[in-house]
């Protein structure tokens, strides 16, 4: 049985949840750098575009211009964040993730 992917766009941030392993070696994110960081609030801006893929956590982002509009995703979500983005990430559980930067 295959396991269901879907993605969903706020605030420019595309999640897709669950990719498939093959999505996820065609990408080769296995060789991507890894960071990490502990539960807390972190103001970030994104100067290239960010694709990462979370191997655990919980973030749920916001904006200040955002309306209230807030993005989560965790654990085994393949995640692209908008060069240009400034937000706020509340990370409930401590994130470890795989990450590449968009060069172009």
Known sequence: ????????SNLG?????NPPQ????????????KWGCSP??????????ETCYLLRG??????????DE???????DL????KGLSCTWDVSIAVDKHYKFDSS
């Open 1 to 8: 049985m295959a396991s269901s992917s879907s993605s969903s």
């Open 13 to 17: 941030i595309i999640v897709q949840k």
């Open 22 to 33: 093959s999505q996820l070696n065609e990408l080769g994110i296995k060789s991507w750098p």
């Open 40 to 49: 807390g609030k972190y103001q970030l801006k994104f100067d290239a575009q």
């Open 58 to 67: 919980k973030v749920k982002v916001s904006t200040k211009n955002s309306n």
């Open 70 to 76: 807030i993005v989560e995703f965790g654990a085994g």
């Open 79 to 82: 995640v692209i964040i908008p």
